[in-house]
């Protein structure tokens, strides 16, 4: 079997290597042997390999954090999965590898009329915009959020969520051409980031009392969402891809009273919300069942290609891993 790992912190095409090793062993009584079909490839991954993430495991280290598969071998005493079964993995795995033997409690069996490269995203963004709507700000029917990174794969599933739940959004964006294709992905507004962004937005959405914004750039597209918000509004940051400090004026923080707060997926308040992510879980599967939430994929690599993928991923666009 073939498994990608890191041989120390640093780029990761310098230091991510492919590896043979046995076969994962046989499934216990109550587990599963999983085939990885695809993994993603995240920035959460790009930056553990770095060393600049909230996880450091010690090197050499095994990688990967989400993937589906198809169940290959079940324990005596596995009920909730059988044979032939497509899954989504447990996120937290090191799944960029041919195969895994896990728990099979912690396995989802998945709709086959979906889009298995879809549904390999399926456990990390969907569930981080979920939460992002539903967690830090008492939203009712037709309130508006705002966010930047609108076509990221968090940025697509806040827009489809945001549809789901009866919320209306504004999703900022670096470059005119995604304008349209956000639009039609169920965006009531898109506009691009710029010195009259906040002009924009207020005429955009008639003057609305934007109580939460998501900002997954930081820099000075902090500051644009910031900006944008009403009195004693939030503004949550999930992730920082521009590589600068989120920038907040002061005046929006001392005369609105505008607050800052961080996402993470990995918070025990939301590891440990098992019913909650489960219902968030099928509600992206749905949606990606319906083509109402839909990443564009950049590229597909194997395991071999592992440096292709990689530097593929670092320069942008979602990178799926198909490790058989």
Sequence with gaps: MKFLQMSKFGNPTEVVEVVESDPPPPPAANEATVEVEYSAIGLAELLMIRGRYGIRPQPPAPLGNEAIGRVVAVGDSVKNVKTGDRVAIPTGLPVWRQAITVAAADLIVLSEQADPQQLSMLRINPLTAALLLTEYVELGKDDWVIQNAGNSGVGRSVIAFAQEFGLRSVSLVRRPELVDELKSAGADVVLVDGP?????????????????????????????????????????????????????????????????????????????????????????????????????????????????????????????????
């Design 196 to 324: 009259d962004v906040v002009k924009q937005v207020a005429v955009a959405t008639g003057k609305a009392k934007i109580k939460l914004g998501i900002d997954g750039v930081g820099g000075d597209s902090s500051h644009s969402v910031a900006s944008c918000l009403t009195s004693n509004a939030k503004m949550v940051a999930y992730g920082g891809v521009s590589g600068k400090p989120a920038a907040m004026s002061p005046l929006n923080i001392i005369f609105n009273q505008v607050t800052l707060e961080g996402f993470w997926l990995g918070y025990p308040r939301f590891r440990n919300a098992h019913e909650k992510l489960a219902a968030h879980t099928r509600t992206a599967e749905r949606l990606i069942t319906e083509g109402k939430l839909h990443v564009p994929i950049a590229g597909v690599y194997s395991l071999e290609q592992a440096t292709q993928a990689l530097a593929h991923a670092q320069k942008g666009g979602k990178v799926l891993l198909k490790p058989n």
